[in-house]
């Protein structure tokens, strides 16, 4: 079963605008998100998290907001530029349970110049 | 700071063969997590490894199987092969603390190819 789930498979962008990736889980239970971005042919690299007494984490053009009763995770991406087109996973870990994450299905993400 | 490698990169075998993986985390990391990756379906966990110690497992038969040595490196294991079992196995490393600063760093990937 699909404890976190990113409903849509691609999302196409104009460099400068905004990217909006969402993600949605089931659990209740989770409380620690993150979200990793990954290049064709590397492995997936880290970009941000947030712990869910936090409602909102910002890294740069990167943002993480956590809705908890609407058990909704997104991150925005402003502006968006071209090295940002990549294949998104949102990721969720159950609370005590060290680094057993349950990860979406992916949204890649196209920037266009 | 050398990065996650995994060995081979790639990897054809026959359905009934077996096969074995590699993973040499990041200098100082003790925690080795596997995951499976295949088309639609994201990552999905296999185990974790710590101290030579299985920490957490995924909802994977039997057939999976790993082990973690004593420099933390780690293999994958993967018996009795099957057509389903072709994916992009994935590992990541990270010191093991569990704690939200303990960030996973994941390898490139070995793509596994079952004929």
């Known amino acids: 079963d699909q404890q976190v789930k990113q409903n849509s498979p691609s999302l196409s962008v104009q460099e400068g605008r905004i990217s909006i990736l969402n993600c949605d889980y089931t659990?209740?239970?989770?409380?620690?998100f993150l979200w990793y971005k990954k290049y064709p042919a590397e492995g997936p690299t880290f970009l941000i998290s947030i712990s869910s007494i936090k409602d909102k984490n910002e890294d740069g053009r990167f943002t993480v907001f956590l809705n908890k009763s609407a058990k909704h995770l997104s991150l925005h991406i402003v502006p968006s530029q071209p090295g940002d087109s990549a294949v998104y996973f949102c990721?969720?870990?159950?609370?005590?349970?060290?680094?057993?994450?349950?990860f979406g299905s992916g949204t890649k993400l196209n920037v266009k110049p | 700071k050398a990065g996650v490698t995994q060995t081979p990169r790639y990897l054809i075998k026959t359905r009934g063969q077996q096969v074995t993986l590699s993973c040499s985390p990041i200098?100082?990391?003790?925690?080795v997590s596997w995951y499976q990756q295949t088309p639609g379906q994201g990552l999905q966990f296999l185990f974790e490894?710590?101290?030579?110690?299985?920490?957490n497992k995924g909802n994977f038969p039997g057939r999976f199987s790993g082990r973690q040595f004593s420099n933390s490196r780690s293999e994958m294991n993967v018996s009795t092969l099957e057509l389903g079992d072709s994916a992009l196995y994935l590992c990541?490393?990270?010191?093991?603390?569990?704690?939200?600063?303990?960030?996973?760093?994941f390898g490139p990937g070995t793509r596994l190819t079952v004929l």
């Open positions: 659990n209740s239970m989770f409380d620690y």
């Open positions: 990541a490393s990270s010191r093991g603390q569990g704690s939200s600063t303990d960030t996973q760093y």
């Open positions: 990721a969720a870990r159950l609370s005590d349970n060290f680094n057993k994450f349950y």
């Open positions: 200098s100082g990391h003790r925690s």
């Open positions: 490894y710590f101290s030579e110690t299985q920490r």
